[in-house]
């Protein structure tokens, strides 16, 4: 080989090596890129169907992908928020945004049923428009969207009206002139696509454009149906239906010309029983309707007003008072009665509701709260397990009329059953006085004081139980029964189970019930010594922006305050970008960092700064900014969720960074790390210390 022909040939190797190294930054920036993703592709328009005017807006989702509805309960993932930025004086909004099918599975963690949709989304909200001159309609979605992870993404529209919107006009399409989707941050998710159950609304995106009642969970309906078949159940063991069980099967088996018409009278009256129940539900659905009976489980008022109201029927339940409907009713139903033929059989039935109904009425209330509150065709649903419970005994007792002699004696145990029944409606009534307390965050019902009033409520029926206390409409016993004794060690060992709770002991038989566990004086249970944590006032010196995390670790929620803390006592950064709906942050939290060997590093070793991504406090005006991308930063949210693009190219949760006080990595193989196993994250974690200098 010659000069020249070397020469070329060193030529070329250093342009094929200029040529690699650019592939490979190349290849990494896209790499680094594809971290940001949006799986929902969003468009929108207004039409005019008749005298509607309806603003329709459809996301088509990617494959594997599902985002959450409105209708998803609070203390879950992030339920869908529509803003109409521009209603006052334009337009007003006709009821709540409809929508189109959803699906619905069990989250574990949370302890709430998720509704959401895969594949597309549907959504319509019709409007009256008042100002004649409104050019757009300017609406803000904020969503979370989920496969293995969830990203927390805002959409803004800007619906172009036309100018003239008449009556008379045919149907005009306007679509959206602004498409602005905004990432916000992304977690990591716990539904597998396979725990998801059948659809709950069975209505394409083309047919929901008629009508799209709110979703109703199918694994709820089943629930409700089985609970409202127990209330039932209940109801027949109460002093105002059991002993009617006799008489009335009595009444048909011998006032009918032959067994089999006594037999057909008893059936049709336990249906008519179920009609009558089953229509009262049909009433409650059509007076408030089904979206706005899913719409209101999460108004403040209507928890309020529903505690009370159980009350009222608990204290009813435990001897205080009676309430009873007006014996003007149990007159007439009577006479219509005494008329015989069908018509007399269901007037009879409607005597049997009047009539119990200082019985059954709690309980049918209860039902119809707890069913309201579910939204959709619940009401219906629990009135069919309800009044099927109370009608199948006079159906099976006319069809085998010698089972009548096996029957218990009436005596002072139906009232035992009815008082049990009070302090089920009790309990149940904090319920809902926690949830009117979570939506406002008021503190005042934290999960302590709430499982401090269920132990005091169960421990008294415990009492009750064992004979240590009578109520009023007691009968004097010398001795209880077995099935009394029984039941009251069975609510005894449920009054010690929960004890363990006020010290942090998660409570999965009840985990629906009381308030989450970060909902409390103390995450870590009452005096601090759940999970190796410490009370805020063991700790002297505490300094300014810090407070305790979770497991008792000092945790700062602002950058600048952790960074001037860790330079001051010269320690490494450990960045936590979390959300206060991550499922697998709170997993991490509470698997990983509750270990033995993690822990103490945790709290010795690092500074931890964890910065939530989706908390929607706004920030003073002087620091709210825009990007060079256009995205307004407004929320403290937002400013966190744009410190780790920016830095770190990504927008997953969890997301663990080590950093030295200047914010460079301190790990070079894994700079940063995620959802991970303990033994990983043991090693990540050492490795990013060990090299701080």
Known sequence: MNFTQAHQSIISKSIWNKINVFLLFFFFALASNAQILEPVKWTSKIEKKGDKVILIFDGTIEKDWHMYSQFTPDGGPLALEISFKNQKGNYELIGKAKEGKT???????????????????????????????????D?????????????????KFSIAVPSSFKMDEVPVVSEAKLDETKVVGLAVDTVKKEEAVQPKIEKTAETAAAEIPAPAPSRSLWSIFFLAFLGGFAALFTPCVFPMIPMTVSFFTKQSKSRAKGIRNAIFYGLSIIAIYVILGLIVTKIFGADALNALSTDVWFNLIFFVILIIFAVSFLGAFEIMLPNSWANKADQQAD?????????????????????????VGTLLVEAASNGGIAPIVGMLGFSSALALPFMLFA???????????????????????????????????????????????????????????????????????????????????V???????????????????LWGAPLKLISAFPPPPQYSESPFGVGGSGNGAVSAGSIKGMPEGAELGPHGIMVFHDYEEGLAYAKEINKPIMLDFTGYACVNCRKMENNVWSDPSVLPILKNDVVLISLYVDDKRELPKEEQFTTEAGDKIITVGDKWTDFMISKYKTNTQPLYVITDLEGNNLNSTKPTISYVSTEEYLQWLKEGISNFK
């Open 103 to 137: 699906r619905t599975a069990f989250n574990d963690v949370f302890g709430v049923d998720e509704t959401f949709f895969e594949g597309k989304a549907h959504i319509e909200q019709e409007i009256k428009i008042i100002n004649p001159n409104l050019k757009t309609v």
């Open 139 to 155: 609406v803000d979605f904020d969503f979370q969207v989920c496969k293995e992870v969830c990203i927390n993404s805002s959409k």
């Open 339 to 363: 008329k015989g033929g069908l018509v007399g059989i269901l007037f009879m039935a409607l005597a049997l509701a009047i009539v119990s109904f200082s019985c059954t009425g709690p309980i």
């Open 399 to 481: 069809l085998f009329p010698g089972w009548l002699n096996s029957l218990p004696k009436s005596g002072g145990w139906l009232n035992t059953v009815k008082v049990v029944l009070g302090f089920l409606e009790l309990a149940l009534a904090f319920k809902f006085l926690s949830n009117a307390d979570l939506v406002l965050q008021l503190h005042f019902l934290e999960r302590e004081v709430f499982l401090a009033i269920w132990i005091a409520i169960f421990g008294t029926l415990a009492f009750y139980l064992f004979g240590k206390i009578t109520l009023p409409h007691d009968s004097p016993t010398h001795h209880i029964s």
């Open 483 to 501: 099935g009394r004794l029984s039941l009251g060690l069975i609510v005894l060992s449920f009054t010690i189970y929960m004890i363990p709770g």
